[in-house]
């Protein structure tokens, strides 16, 4: 009499799959969470530059910073979840600052605060 065996996995080899995939998804989560951070950050300078053109523009038109600060106020990004929040905090006759101010609770670890002057820096 032939004896038939049944094909298929053993629990050993199971486990072992098991165990591989867990530790490539240790290793891909926090990568994949740094990106999307990094990408969030880059978009808010972005869009934080995009505000101080928008005041540079209100300057052009009206000879004064003051006010300028209903030209950009805004959200980044402009489409999905919002991240960070872009607005025109100080802006006397001669000088403005934007600053790009993460939304509570919308990023893990290290949140940065943008600010960009008159001058364009970054700080």
Not at 4 to 25: N, P, Y
Not at 36 to 46: D, H, K, M
């Amino acid at each position: 009499m032939k004896s038939s065996k049944t094909q298929g996995f053993t629990l050993v080899e199971l486990m072992i799959a098991v165990a591989i995939m867990a530790i490539i998804s240790a290793i891909a989560l926090p990568t994949y969470q740094n990106y999307i951070q990094s990408t969030y950050f880059n978009q808010a300078v972005l869009d934080a530059k995009a505000c101080t053109l928008a005041v540079e523009r209100f300057y052009t038109n009206n000879f004064t910073y003051v006010g300028s600060g209903s030209a950009c106020n805004a959200a980044s990004p402009v489409d999905g979840e919002q991240q960070y929040v872009i607005a025109v905090v100080s802006a006397a006759a001669t000088t403005y600052a934007v600053t790009a101010t993460p939304v509570s609770g919308s990023c893990s670890g290290d949140c940065v605060r943008i600010a960009l002057d008159g001058t364009q820096t970054v700080y």
